[in-house]
């Protein structure tokens, strides 16, 4: 059985001692219940204790102290209730304590992994590009992270408390009688299999995956049927309707006849076994020398009972990390480090860019091997605004992508100034190179910690000169606290020209050497100045590599240079007007994405 020992080997999975007494305890405090509830059975049985031993079964034995005995029927019933009562009170709060600490470490565990997570996704992004993050986070975080919680809260409470519980009241039923409890477990064992037996059939799998192919075939053959009658083939889509629906009723008729079997057939299994005990149990009871009475076949029933219900649990466990082993593979493979990135400390350092961002003969390709960006070779400099469009988003994305230092070209080679772009250390390339997008991005904070962006040094007055001058202050001031107003990742409060403003703010305070930019949609209205477009061109005039992914006309109008991008390969550059008049794909793409008209006849 896997038990999720990576997980398990975490700093935060080691707990305090008290979580093993709590799950000790737990477990131990069945047996005794179990005992107890015999002895109060034989006082009532008996209507009095003899002596100071009783016998519950041929060799469990337990003994009562004198001035227990001594005692009235009565008082002594009295005092083995509140015995077994403050047991059962001990036993609960074991269990919820234990049930506390076990969700809580399993809590502790995935949080931690959830910000490995984060932290390897800045790692892998500079191999594998920052977009493939996201799609790989929201699998890791939506289904695995969570599969492993549950696997993790349920081996907490089930070892070992399931464990001692189990080996506790197997011990009992020992006790009270070998052979009887060695029968009952051997036709526990025996019935299991057989419900395991009958319910996973060899080709389950496959009828699992067939019966909905063949109703979605039916789907699609009725939605044929009206074409193919206009074709005169002859009831072909009749015939083929007949066939899956043959097909399918044969397979549900088999699933339902096996489902019908299974039950009456447990059932039958079940009332034999326990038939079986109750003969044993009966000539034990008749005409055995065994010792065994009724007080002592009412503990080992409630032995094997407890016993059931930790053996459930158990089986249960097994089922869960059966699901969850996977989830922690998946979450390991993704932390697993990779020696394709060379360490922080051999990486250099960037004072700006002076010369030019080179991209020398690059190949980047997808995960199965298509080609995102072919022999591609661009020269960047400052003090440019240069405008990327492509008929595939993906390969402009990955473009910029490159630029900022995500993912790793199969062929050729990105630099800033000579230096690879591998070889500049992270930290670096943060502060010389920055991202604008709709978003903005915000992060959880106020708006003007966002546009401040942990730089303290920003004084307010050039803040407010930057935001007047991007046509967004006095929108921003209109909220119910101003700059102080509190804004989380992806909220609704401000709009993608506020938001994008607010990146492009950032950036003009900030002054980073390289500003990659991807333009939100026009807005309804016709604008003749975009501020937003004012402030990306400011930027450029001031010295930065300002690099646009374009959703506007008048940005491509007001580009240094529009770089053409036909799928992976460059098609063409040069400044709007001249693409316009050499190039049809530049031509059409216009036409596309700015013609008004486009889908008017």
Known sequence: MSRLAAPRSEPEASGAWTTYIWASLAGLL???????????????????????????????????????????????LAQLVGITFVVACLF??????????????????????????????????????????????????????????????????AVPRSVLMLVGCVAVALLVNVWLALLAVVSGIMLWQLYQRLRYRKGDEIANWEVPRS?????????????????????????????????????????????????????????????????????????????????SALVLGLALGGAIVSADRLAKLSSQLKESEPSSDAIY?????????????????????????????????????KAILRNLSLQLTPKSFVALLGTETVSTRALTELIMGFGRPTEGQVSIDGIPLLDVHPQALARNVM??????????????????????????????????????YEQLQRLSEGLNTYVTVGDSLLSPEITFAIGIARAILHKPAVVIAMEPPP????????????GLKRLS?????????????????????????????????????????????????????????????
């Open 435 to 472: 991202w604008v997008e709709p978003s903005g991005p915000l992060w959880d904070g106020t708006i003007a910690e966002n546009i401040r962006g942990g730089d303290e040094d920003i004084n307010n007055r050039d803040l407010v000169e930057v935001l007047e001058s991007l046509n967004v």
């Open 215 to 295: 109703r979605r075939r039916m789907a699609e053959i009725v939605g044929q049927a009206p074409l193919l009658a206009r074709l005169q083939t002859q009831g072909l889509a009749d015939r083929s309707f007949e066939s899956e629906l043959d097909s399918l009723y044969r397979r549900l008729t088999a699933e339902e006849s096996r489902s019908g079997q299974l039950w009456p057939l447990l059932f039958l299994a079940t009332s034999v076994a326990v038939a079986v005990l109750l003969l044993g149990l009966g000539a034990n009871l008749l005409i055995g020398d065994s010792g065994l009475s009724v007080p």
């Open 541 to 601: 005039e001031s010295g930065a590599l300002v690099v646009v992914l374009p959703r506007r006309l008048q940005t491509l109008r007001s580009a240094d240079r529009v770089v053409l991008l036909n799928g992976p390969r460059i098609a063409g550059e040069g400044k709007h007007a001249e693409l316009l008049s050499n190039s049809d794909l530049y031509r059409h793409l216009n036409y596309l994405l700015f013609n008004p008209y486009r889908h008017q006849k």
């Open 523 to 534: 807005p309804a209205e016709h604008l003749p100045d975009d501020p937003s477009l004012a």
């Open 30 to 76: 069945v047996p005794v219940i179990v005992g107890l509830v015999g002895l109060i059975a034989v006082l009532l049985d008996s209507k009095g204790f003899v002596g100071n031993q009783v016998r519950l079964g041929t060799h469990l034995s337990i003994y009562l102290p004198e001035p227990f005995t001594a005692q009235r029927p009565l008082v002594q």
């Open 92 to 157: 609960s709060l074991a269990v919820w304590l234990h049930r506390r600490d076990a969700d809580s470490k399993a809590r502790n565990v995935t949080k931690s992994l959830h910000r490995k997570v984060l932290q390897q996704s800045l790692r892998r992004a500079e191999i594998e590009g920052a977009a493939a993050q996201y799609v790989r986070a929201e699998q890791l975080i939506g289904t695995h992270l969570p599969a492993i919680q549950k696997g993790l809260s349920m081996w907490y409470r």
């Open 333 to 369: 493979l993704y932390l697993q480090r990779s020696d394709d990135v060379a360490p922080s400390e051999q990486r250099v350092g960037l004072a700006g860019l002076r010369d030019s961002v080179r991209i020398d003969d690059v190949t980047l390709k997808d995960s199965t091997g």
